[in-house]
């Protein structure tokens, strides 16, 4: 799928939940720090909390409700953070991507940029932009930004990874794969993630090409096999191909991501990453 969106060696099998988080699980800023958050706790004589240090607190707390399952006592304590240190892109961005899954573009939209106003050189940020702008169908807005991500970082896997998704969504099934591989794919994963890819938009008939090709190099694969035995129940089904996407069996976690949670191919929005 922050400071949102949104792998390292180990490739990212996307859980890109017919929907896609994604972007999902985040890379954040790292806090700033003044003083050892240690330091506060050490004997002493009533050791002085710095607004760093409280905003730290209030962001640390505001993760934990992400990953309760809590969105809106998150967001209280991204704010609250802001208000003891304005100056925060972590918070900026983990607001952004919380209403972002709100499909609250407007105020994703200042939340991103206010984060990238308080720091542009961040691929994290750029990269969970990127991703929430691939699923508003932006993509040349989308493509820029995870582009602007890796001319920052150009081994960034995260952003290579949604760019795939972006050149999937256009067509270009190569590049896809291509930049799969650059995001810490092998062969048989790349081709299930771009399997996935192209069942979201209802291609199932190339959908179930690419599953069998990714069993065919690594036959021990859970998520081709999940994958292709999703697909081709869709086939077996008529109807809307939209509907029938949402049947497709989202691919296990990732296992080395820096945003495995959401229903969406690695973006930073995982609170406990990092989305």
């Known amino acids: 799928m922050s400071s949102r969106r949104r792998i390292h060696t180990v490739c990212v099998v996307t859980s890109l939940a017919l929907g896609l988080t994604g972007c999902a699980g985040m890379g954040k800023s790292e806090p700033k720090k003044d003083q050892s958050t240690g330091s506060i706790l050490s004997s ?3 050791p002085k909390v710095t607004s760093v240090q409280s905003a730290d607190v209030q962001i640390a707390l505001g993760r ?3 990953e309760e399952g809590k969105p809106e006592e998150a967001r209280a304590a991204y704010l609250s953070a ?8 972590d918070a900026e961005l983990r607001l952004a991507i919380l209403e972002d899954r709100k499909a609250n573009a407007k105020e994703a939209d200042r939340h991103f940029a206010q984060a990238l106003k308080l720091e542009p050189k961040n691929p994290e940020i750029l ?3 990127g991703y929430s702008l691939y699923q508003r169908k932006l993509l040349n807005e989308s493509e820029a930004s995870l582009k602007a991500a890796l001319a920052i970082d150009p081994l960034h896997q995260r952003s290579h990874n949604n760019l795939a998704l972006v050149l999937a969504q256009r067509g270009d099934t190569q590049g896809a794969l291509a930049e799969f591989a650059k995001g810490g794919c092998d062969a048989s ?3 299930a993630n771009l399997a996935l890819a192209l069942a979201i938009q ?3 008939e190339d959908s179930k090409k690419l599953y069998v090709k990714a069993l065919a190099a690594k036959p021990a694969s859970t998520v081709a096999t999940k994958g292709l035995e999703a697909t081709i129940a869709a086939l077996a089904g008529k109807g809307d191909p939209t509907a029938l996407a949402t049947r497709v069996v989202k691919p296990e976690a990732p296992k080395a991501a820096v945003n495995p949670a959401d229903p969406a191919i690695l973006r930073t929005s995982n609170p406990s990453s990092t989305n």
């Open 127 to 129: 990269c969970d932009r």
């Open 189 to 191: 994963d790349a081709q």
């Open 44 to 46: 002493g004589p009533e």
């Open 64 to 66: 934990s409700f992400e």
């Open 82 to 89: 802001l208000k003891k240190d304005p100056r925060r892109p």
């Open 202 to 204: 209802g291609k199932f």
